[in-house]
C-alpha cells in the first residue's frame, strides 16, 4: 500500500512539473527552435557527456582503491549500469546496484564499496557549489537578468548548501577515523536489540566505515576532490554545447549556474529526473538569461536526452552482455536493500 501511495505521488509530481514546463510554450515554435539547433555543438555536447562517465569511473576507483585493487572496465560498466538502472527503474535502484555489482566482480564488501558512493555525492555537492562560487565571483551581477532579490536568494542558499555539505564531509571523516571503535560503540545497542541483531549492526557500521577509508588519507581525499573538477566541467561543457547550439549567448561560466539549478532539479523524485531537469533548466535560463520561452524548452528536451539516453542505451547493451534484465535489476535492487 505504501508503495502504491508512493508512485502515485511520484506520478502527480511528474505529470505536474512536465505541466508547469510546457505551461507557456507553443510547441510550434519549440520545434522550429530544436530544428535551428546547431548539430555539431549538439555532438560534442554528447561526446563532453560520455566522457563524465569516464571521469567517473576513475574518480571512483581513486576511492576505492584502499578498499581494494578494481579494474577501470570493471568500475566504468558498473557505472553506466547503474546510471542507466537509476533512469529506468524507480528509487533510484542504481545508487544501490552500482556497488553491489562492482563488489560481487571484484570480490569486496558491499558494504564498503556502498560507502564510496556516499563520498561521492558529498564529492559532488561541494564540487558543484565551489564552481558556482566561481560563477558568483567573476560573473558581473548586473549581466544577469531577471529579479536581483531572487539571484540573491540563489546565491544564498548556494552558500547554506555549501556549509551543510562541509558539515557532512567532517562527520564522514569522524566516521572514518576509528571504523573498530564505531563498530564496538554500535554493540552497544544490544541492550535494546537481540545480541545477534546487534551484532550484525555493528559489523554492518564497521564495513561501511572501512569503506570511507580514503578519508583517512587527507592526501587521497585532497585527490579525490581534484579528480572531482575536470568530471564536473565536463558536466558544464555539455550543458554549455547544448545551449549554444540553441543560439543562447551567455558564456561558460554561466553554465555553472546553470548546472547547480539543474542539481536541485535533478534531486526531485521523478523517473529519469523527468520533469524536475526540465522545468528547472526551463526556469534559469529565462530567468537569468531572458532566453525565450519556446528555446529553453526545446533546449530543456535535448539537452536531458543527451545526459540520460547515450549512457542508458550504452548501460542496457553492457546489461545484455551480462545477462542481466530490468526485472532482474530490480529484484537486486530490492535484494540488496532488504
Same mark, same amino acid.
Given at each position: 500500500?505504501?508503495?502504491?501511495?508512493?508512485?502515485?505521488?511520484?506520478?502527480?509530481?511528474?505529470?505536474?512539473?512536465?505541466?508547469?514546463?510546457?505551461?507557456?510554450?507553443?510547441?510550434?515554435?519549440?520545434?522550429?527552435?530544436?530544428?535551428?539547433?546547431?548539430?555539431?555543438l549538439l555532438a560534442l555536447a554528447v561526446g563532453a557527456t560520455l566522457m563524465t562517465y569516464v571521469l567517473r569511473?576513475?574518480?571512483?576507483?581513486?576511492?576505492?582503491?584502499?578498499?581494494?585493487?578494481?579494474?577501470?572496465?570493471?568500475?566504468?560498466?558498473?557505472?553506466?549500469?547503474?546510471?542507466?538502472?537509476?533512469?529506468?527503474?524507480?528509487?533510484?535502484?542504481?545508487?544501490?546496484?552500482?556497488?553491489?555489482?562492482?563488489?560481487?566482480?571484484?570480490?569486496?564488501?558491499?558494504?564498503?564499496?556502498?560507502?564510496?558512493?556516499?563520498?561521492?555525492?558529498?564529492?559532488?555537492?561541494?564540487?558543484?557549489?565551489?564552481?558556482?562560487?566561481?560563477?558568483?565571483?567573476? $560573473?558581473? *551581477? #548586473?549581466?544577469? !537578468?531577471?529579479?536581483? @532579490?531572487?539571484?540573491?536568494?540563489?546565491? +544564498?542558499? %548556494? &552558500? =547554506?548548501?555549501?556549509?551543510?555539505?562541509?558539515?557532512?564531509?567532517?562527520?564522514?571523516?569522524?566516521?572514518?577515523?576509528?571504523?573498530?571503535?564505531?563498530?564496538?560503540?554500535?554493540?552497544?545497542?544490544?541492550? $535494546?536489540? *537481540? #545480541?545477534?541483531? !546487534?551484532?550484525?549492526? @555493528?559489523?554492518?557500521?564497521?564495513?561501511? +566505515?572501512? %569503506? &570511507? =577509508?580514503?578519508?583517512?588519507?587527507?592526501?587521497?581525499?585532497?585527490?579525490?576532490?581534484?579528480?572531482?573538477?575536470?568530471l564536473w566541467l565536463s558536466i558544464a561543457a555539455g550543458i554549455w554545447l547544448t545551449s549554444r547550439a540553441f543560439?543562447?549567448?551567455?558564456?561558460?561560466?554561466?553554465?555553472?549556474?546553470?548546472?547547480?539549478?539543474?542539481?536541485?532539479?535533478?534531486?526531485?523524485?521523478?523517473?529519469?529526473?523527468?520533469?524536475?531537469?526540465?522545468?528547472?533548466?526551463?526556469?534559469?535560463?529565462?530567468?537569468?538569461?531572458?532566453?525565450?520561452?519556446?528555446?529553453?524548452?526545446?533546449?530543456?528536451?535535448?539537452?536531458?536526452?543527451?545526459?540520460?539516453?547515450?549512457?542508458?542505451?550504452?548501460?542496457?547493451?553492457?546489461?545484455?552482455r551480462e545477462g542481466l534484465s530490468l526485472t532482474r535489476m530490480r529484484e537486486m535492487a530490492e535484494e540488496t536493500?532488504?
Amino acid at each position: 500500500m505504501r508503495s502504491r501511495l508512493r508512485a502515485v505521488l511520484i506520478l502527480f509530481l511528474t505529470v505536474g512539473l512536465l505541466a508547469y514546463f510546457l505551461r507557456n510554450a507553443d510547441m510550434a515554435g519549440v520545434w522550429t527552435e530544436t530544428r535551428r539547433a546547431r548539430a555539431d555543438l549538439l555532438a560534442l555536447a554528447v561526446g563532453a557527456t560520455l566522457m563524465t562517465y569516464v571521469l567517473r569511473s576513475i574518480r571512483w576507483q581513486y576511492l576505492l582503491a584502499p578498499i581494494g585493487p578494481t579494474r577501470f572496465s570493471t568500475a566504468f560498466e558498473t557505472t553506466t549500469i547503474g546510471f542507466a538502472a537509476s533512469f529506468l527503474l524507480p528509487a533510484r535502484a542504481g545508487e544501490v546496484l552500482r556497488p553491489y555489482l562492482l563488489a560481487r566482480r571484484e570480490r569486496l564488501p558491499a558494504t564498503a564499496c556502498f560507502a564510496t558512493i556516499i563520498l561521492e555525492r558529498l564529492l559532488d555537492l561541494v564540487t558543484v557549489l565551489l564552481l558556482f562560487g566561481t560563477f558568483v565571483v567573476f $560573473v558581473d *551581477p #548586473a549581466s544577469i !537578468a531577471g529579479d536581483p @532579490a531572487l539571484y540573491a536568494r540563489v546565491k +544564498a542558499g %548556494g &552558500l =547554506a548548501a555549501g556549509a551543510a555539505s562541509i558539515v557532512g564531509l567532517v562527520v564522514l571523516f569522524a566516521l572514518a577515523g576509528h571504523p573498530e571503535r564505531l563498530g564496538r560503540a554500535a554493540l552497544r545497542i544490544e541492550r $535494546v536489540l *537481540p #545480541a545477534r541483531l !546487534a551484532h550484525a549492526v @555493528a559489523r554492518f557500521v564497521e564495513t561501511f +566505515a572501512q %569503506g &570511507l =577509508a580514503v578519508m583517512r588519507q587527507p592526501a587521497r581525499l585532497l585527490g579525490s576532490l581534484v579528480l572531482s573538477f575536470p568530471l564536473w566541467l565536463s558536466i558544464a561543457a555539455g550543458i554549455w554545447l547544448t545551449s549554444r547550439a540553441f543560439h543562447m549567448t551567455f558564456g561558460y561560466l554561466g553554465s555553472f549556474l546553470v548546472m547547480t539549478l539543474l542539481v536541485v532539479g535533478v534531486a526531485m523524485p521523478t523517473p529519469g529526473a523527468i520533469g524536475g531537469f526540465h522545468a528547472m533548466y526551463q526556469i534559469t535560463v529565462t530567468t537569468f538569461f531572458a532566453v525565450p520561452t519556446d528555446r529553453a524548452v526545446g533546449a530543456a528536451i535535448v539537452l536531458h536526452a543527451i545526459s540520460f539516453v547515450p549512457v542508458t542505451l550504452l548501460g542496457l547493451a553492457f546489461m545484455a552482455r551480462e545477462g542481466l534484465s530490468l526485472t532482474r535489476m530490480r529484484e537486486m535492487a530490492e535484494e540488496t536493500v532488504s
